[in-house]
């Protein structure tokens, strides 16, 4: 019988350009606020889960979950490096479910984090490329952007998004960021800036046509964390507990092109009505949402895919004010990793750690009234793994 | 002595019109008005560059001791036809860039440098330069050279750049690539942006702009 | 330009792969791809990685006669939805400086 799991603290450190720290320094102080505002006290963890997908490559030290469970202290727990692309932060926490779920920790630290920003932007891009298919894709010079490009102009022919759509969400995820300490960028655009005055046309310039600049996140340092335990001791740490409600993954076919139909994301659509089935709720119960908007058309097909919206209908929601923190169904409060950034590997983690804070009412600025139940899927590769969760407050 | 100072002294001397001042949109929704300097003005900027001296990350080093010899040279009578333009955020210096006119014809591209970054200031403030000496100053092809690999490959194509062959840039003896009055005047439509004239408050500001510590900018090229 | 067709459900696929991911039959047999394909989305990237010479690159998704969906580079200046195309073999990019060669797509 598997155990019910809660979360039961959160931590940060900034994401950004972080010249100031190494990634053990920014996996540590992650962790440390983590395990500060859970109040762990003299409680030990009982397994550490670091999930990271580029440390070895661009800094000089591999098996880095061992590592920091001796800078922290944290020995003899165990400790497991989880990597699934930028799904690794989902797949970390996963993890860390599974685990406690089985009986087998009771209390488990989760971090992620990267240092991505020392390493010129083409060989960052190119690091990247490497999870598209070897041969459909990565030797023709496909990157990410532009296989989010090509989604886009098929979702634009399709479903008539259109450019102003995606500058809406790019406008309202750096409002939020606005609001979020955390987040790397701290910058207000407006959509006359990117989108509706002539100077757009250098202000966001194309990138991917039809992607541009403010289409796409940057690249960031940064580390994010969370702690989990089973249900019936987190009493001792939260008044009101997070449950993990529900947990989904699933994988899609590699090569976007061999997909049957290019502009439906499986995994996400799989993944999350598993996660929404094991929870034994809907899409139109949660009360905020976390998408993964490494493109901000992403944010419109996940919302849609995930459940949230009519297949091709997103954009109009978007262009109503739905989705922004006061609308009906606030998506990305965080600043998505448009706004908040996305070191890699820290940002499934920081996802469920701002529904944490939502959850618990600890968001400051940008707190959703009463949220109670929320939704955040991390989407890897170009989907080709997604790792989704419901989480909810019990009261 | 006289002789040898008239020689040494430097200034305009080909016809010389004023660049007219603009405002350009940024992505925040701010003004950024861009406007030319005077000789007397270049202290200021000289202080603006200092900071950067000392940067060698992305080239600032370089870009910013350049700028700073190119500002100071003109400033002492020690480079011919050079002009500056300036652009101001908010009150506050955002951006700098400078060129020389080689003769009536030909202009030299020098330095760009934003002191704000995440706006496109140096994108703007680069395209500004270009337009005063093709529509203002009447020359048939600007030189163009860059310290910074990064981007330039992209701006070669953008600006439709030609390369001369056997030319060497006056910045060092870099490969020179012309924007030719053609090229720019095909290209203008997507690189060059503002409106004109500047309303009077937003001008005022920006002839009394303050000088703040730079962003560490990503953007500095010529 | 060798690419597996399904003996189970006739999906036509390219690059070979091993099993089908429409039905999951493992019995593939290799088919020729042809030389008809019609330009179904595309982009032109500014943001190049290591390794790829042109700028910008333009790259596409095309779908041939027999059904199956394949990304390649373009080598029309001008592209449209719905041109036809056809395949070349040609040098596609550099990896650690040797050069790697697949199909690109030419107008017809």
């Known amino acids: ?395 | ?222 | 330009m060798k690419g597996v067709k399904c003996t189970n459900c006739a999906s036509v696929f390219y690059p070979k792969r091993d099993c089908c991911p429409k039905c999951k039959s493992t019995k593939l047999d290799e088919t020729e791809m042809g030389d008809s394909a019609v330009l179904i989305t595309h982009t032109e990237l500014w943001a190049v990685p290591k390794g790829i010479s042109q700028m910008p690159l333009v790259l596409g998704i095309v779908q041939f006669d027999n059904g199956a969906r394949v990304l390649g580079q373009l080598t029309a200046k001008e592209v449209k939805i719905g041109m036809h195309l056809k395949p070349v073999w040609a040098v596609v990019r550099k990896i650690q400086e040797k050069e790697v060669y697949g199909f690109k797509f030419e107008p017809v």
């Open chain 2, 1 to 222: 002595m006289e002789n040898i100072d008239s020689m040494l002294s430097l200034d305009w001397d080909i016809p010389k019109k004023p660049y007219p001042a603009k405002a350009i949109t940024l992505p925040t929704g701010s003004k950024m008005v861009v406007r030319e300097i005077s000789r007397e003005e270049v202290p200021f900027l000289l202080d603006a560059i200092r900071p950067l001296l000392t940067i060698s990350a992305d080239y600032y080093d370089i870009v910013s001791a350049r700028m700073y010899a190119e500002l100071l040279g003109w400033y002492r009578y020690r480079v011919r036809n050079e002009y500056c333009l300036v652009g101001i955020v908010d009150g506050e210096l955002a951006g700098i860039v400078n060129n020389r006119l080689y003769d009536s014809k030909t202009c030299i591209s020098y330095h760009t440098m934003a002191l704000k970054r995440g706006g496109r200031v140096g994108a703007h403030l680069f395209a500004a330069k270009q337009e005063h000496a093709i529509e203002n100053l009447g020359v048939d092809q600007i030189l163009v050279t860059a310290e910074s690999p990064i981007g330039f490959n992209r701006w070669m194509v953008e600006w439709n750049l030609e390369p001369r062959q056997g030319m060497q840039h006056e910045l060092g003896g870099a490969n020179a690539y012309a924007l030719t009055k053609e090229g720019y005047y095909l290209r203008k439509s997507k690189l060059v942006f503002g409106e004109r004239p500047v309303p009077q408050a937003l001008l005022e500001e920006a002839l009394h702009f303050k000088v703040v510590a730079p962003d560490m900018v990503k953007d500095a090229r010529t």
């Open chain 1, 1 to 395: 019988m598997p155990r019910e799991v809660a979360i039961v603290g959160c931590g940060m450190a900034q994401f950004g350009n972080r010249t100031d720290k190494s990634l053990m320094d920014l996996l540590k102080e992650a962790s440390t606020k983590a395990m500060e505002h859970t109040g762990l006290g003299e409680t030990n963890v009982s397994a550490l889960y670091v999930s990271t997908m580029l440390a070895g490559e661009l800094t000089n030290q591999t098996a880095i979950a061992s590592a920091l469970a001796d800078e922290l202290c944290l020995v003899p727990a165990a400790a497991d490096r989880i990597e699934n692309g930028p799904a690794s932060g989902g797949s970390a926490v996963k993890n860390a479910y599974l685990a406690i779920a089985a009986g087998l920790f009771d209390i488990v630290l989760v971090v992620g984090g990267e240092k991505m920003r020392q390493v010129p932007g083409d060989r960052i891009t190119d690091l990247l490329a490497t999870m598209t298919h070897p041969t459909a894709e990565y030797i023709h010079g496909v990157t990410l952007p532009s296989l989010a490009a090509m989604f886009t102009r098929l979702y634009m022919n399709k479903y008539g998004v259109e450019r102003k759509h995606l500058s809406m969400i790019a406008v309202k995820n750096h409002e939020n960021g606005l609001k979020n300490p955390y987040a790397h960028i701290h910058r207000k655009i407006t959509l006359e800036g990117i989108y509706s005055s002539p100077e757009a046309e250098v202000n966001n310039p194309v990138i991917a046509d039809p992607l541009r600049l403010f289409d796409m996140c940057p690249i960031s340092d940064g580390a994010a964390a969370v702690v989990l335990c089973s249900a019936d001791i987190a009493k001792r740490f939260a008044d009101k507990p997070i449950t993990v409600a529900g947990v989904g993954q699933a994988t899609d076919i590699h090569a976007v092109s061999q997909r049957p139909d290019p502009t439906t994301l499986n995994a996400v659509k799989i993944s999350s009505q598993q996660a929404f089935k094991m929870a034994k709720l809907e899409p139109k119960n949660m009360d905020v949402v976390e998408l993964h908007d490494a493109f901000t058309i992403l944010e419109i097909a996940e919302s849609e895919d995930a459940g949230f919206f009519e297949k091709g209908t997103a954009h109009k929601a978007v262009e109503a004010g739905v989705t922004s923190l006061g609308g009906k169904l606030p998506i990305n409060p965080s600043g998505g990793l448009k706004a908040r950034g996305h070191p890699v590997g820290a940002t499934g983690i920081a996802q469920v750690a701002e529904l944490t804070w939502q959850l618990r009412g600890e968001a400051g600025e940008r707190q959703v009234k009463d949220a109670k139940k929320a939704f955040c899927c991390n989407f890897g590769g170009f989907g080709n793994n997604v790792v989704s969760f419901v989480l909810k407050r019990e009261d």
